[in-house]
């Protein structure tokens, strides 16, 4: 078995202060070799602008309520509030908006490494 350093695979940021990623959305990246995992804090009515990815990511609200439309050509809003999550495929187009003051956990696969 391979030596493995227990300590650096601890992220002790995830209480620091996080850094603004767009108006209203702070964002904490975490990177592990096959997947990027986020934690947004969302300010009520900020907006991740409309946008796909070649990423299967998974969103799951852990407090406040979310409206993420989904899709191009029938777009459809779904709400999500606490506990709630949606799995969206590589290339879905779409859009986050913080109904209210909203956190977030978020797992994309493969890894994103053009986040930091």
Not at 29 to 46: H, P
Not at 50 to 73: D, K, M, N, P
Request: charged share 20%.
């Amino acid at each position: 078995m391979t030596s493995v350093d227990l300590e650096a695979l601890v992220d002790r940021r995830v209480n620091a202060p996080y850094p603004e990623a767009l108006p209203g959305v702070q964002r904490h990246v975490s990177q592990a070799d096959a997947f990027t995992v986020l934690r947004l804090r969302l300010a009520a009515g900020s907006v991740l602008p409309r946008h796909e990815h070649e990423h299967e990511q998974y969103i799951h609200v852990v407090t406040g309520t979310l409206a993420v439309t989904l899709g191009s050509t029938e777009p459809r809003t779904l709400t999500l509030g606490p506990g709630d999550a949606v799995r969206l495929p590589a290339w879905l187009p779409h859009e986050t908006r913080a109904v209210t003051d909203a956190e977030t956990l978020e797992v994309f696969a493969p890894r994103r490494g053009e986040l930091s």
